[in-house]
T-cell receptor, first 114, second 114 residues
Framework: DQQVKQNSPSLSVQEGRISILNCDYT??????FLWYKKYPAEGPTFLIS?????DKNEDGRFTVFLNKSAKHLSLHIVPSQPGDSAVYFC?????????????FGTGTRLKVLA | EPEVTQTPSHQVTQMGQEVILRCVPI?????FYWYRQILGQKVEFLVS????????KSEIFDDQFSVERPDGSNFTLKIRSTKLEDSAMYFC????????????FGSGTQLSVL
């Protein structure tokens, strides 16, 4: 049961352009979302979060958009840099259900070309 | 910056053997987690731990798995009798609280069961 889906396994973007990574979820109880970046041989590193009471959250080059009606979120990286090349995971949880677990997507491998 | 540390970074074991994976969460964090990632697949929740007891576990976390906080700093995952399908990268994570909090992940233990 894949409650969090990242349908693009990989994405290549030119340095300086925008990277858009997408994530869809099926569980309407999810109300808090995180994006993580993962380099090889390292653990996931937190990037940015968004609560369902917002539709946008910005932190420097990273912006996350949430469309609750479509159960869709996206991560925008502008401008993209070669150091952004990594696997990006979205994660979701439903705080009202009392669960502490995050459900992760399968990840999107971003490659930023110099 | 404080970080979650995991040892060992690699563990090779024979099928049927017991393994213990070790983690030192960030010192003021109260919630602890184990996740795993089978090669090429999503990061999967195993178990969450708070106040010296399991608060939630997934269907993966069967009787072969156990967790313990033997002292004030370590958090361990034990697999009693390893199976081939237990081969994965195991990540420990911690968070200050159990609400809308980001998880801090360790760099993982790569478990290979032969």
């Amino acid at each position: 049961d894949q409650q969090v889906k990242q349908n693009s396994p990989s994405l290549s973007v030119q340095e300086g352009r925008i990277s858009i990574l997408n994530c869809d979820y099926t569980n309407s109880m999810f109300d808090y979302f995180l994006w993580y970046k993962k380099y090889p041989a390292e653990g996931p590193t937190f990037l940015i979060s968004i609560s369902s009471i917002k539709d946008k959250n910005e932190d420097g080059r990273f912006t996350v958009f949430l469309n609750k009606s479509a159960k869709h979120l996206s991560l925008h990286i502008v401008p993209s840099q070669p150091g952004d090349s990594a696997v990006y995971f979205c994660a979701a949880r439903g705080t009202t259900s009392g669960t502490y677990k995050y459900i992760f997507g399968t990840g999107t491998r971003l490659k930023v070309l110099a | 910056e404080p970080e979650v540390t995991q040892t060992p970074s690699h563990q090779v074991t024979q099928m049927g053997q017991e393994v213990i994976l070790r983690c030192v969460p960030i010192s003021n964090h109260l919630y602890f987690y184990w996740y795993r990632q089978i090669l090429g697949q999503k990061v999967e929740f195993l178990v969450s731990f708070y106040n010296n007891e399991i608060s939630e576990k997934s269907e993966i976390f069967d009787d072969q798995f156990s967790v313990e906080r033997p002292d004030g700093s370590n958090f361990t995952l034990k697999i009693r009798s390893t199976k081939l399908e237990d081969s994965a990268m195991y990540f420990c994570a911690s968070s200050i609280r159990g609400g809308n909090e980001k998880l801090f992940f360790g760099s993982g233990t790569q478990l290979s069961v032969l």
